[in-house]
């Protein structure tokens, strides 16, 4: 089992960056693909990006491709998302899983975390 909280959500203007940290505790975190999502208010829960265990590949909504860079550093049990150019549409509350899985998929992840709010004016 693994235990994820997010850090660094806030307020940003429109055009502005944001990173997101997500520190896991638990079972070895080099044996989970990572991934985030994200859900605003009145819509479903969205895919964002997602990397493979030892970060040699990443995966990336269409939304968000060219913008979000997703990274993991195994040694400190981290996974990041680096938002840049980040737009009004990217009002979200954040959040970052793991799944037990090798393979990265928009689905079938196992483990949450609580979220971290992220909200961009305009």
Known sequence: QVQLVESGGGLVQAGGSLRLSCAASGRTFSSFVMGWFRQAPGKEREFV??????????????????????????????????????KPEDTAVYYCAARTGQTIVVR??????QGTQVTVSS
């Open 108 to 113: 079938g992840y196992d483990y949450w975390g």
């Open 49 to 86: 990006a997602a990397i493979s265990r030892n970060g040699a590949s990443t995966y990336y909504a269409t939304s968000v491709k060219g913008r979000f860079t997703i990274s993991r550093d195994n040694a400190k049990n981290t996974v990041y998302l680096q938002m840049d150019s980040l």
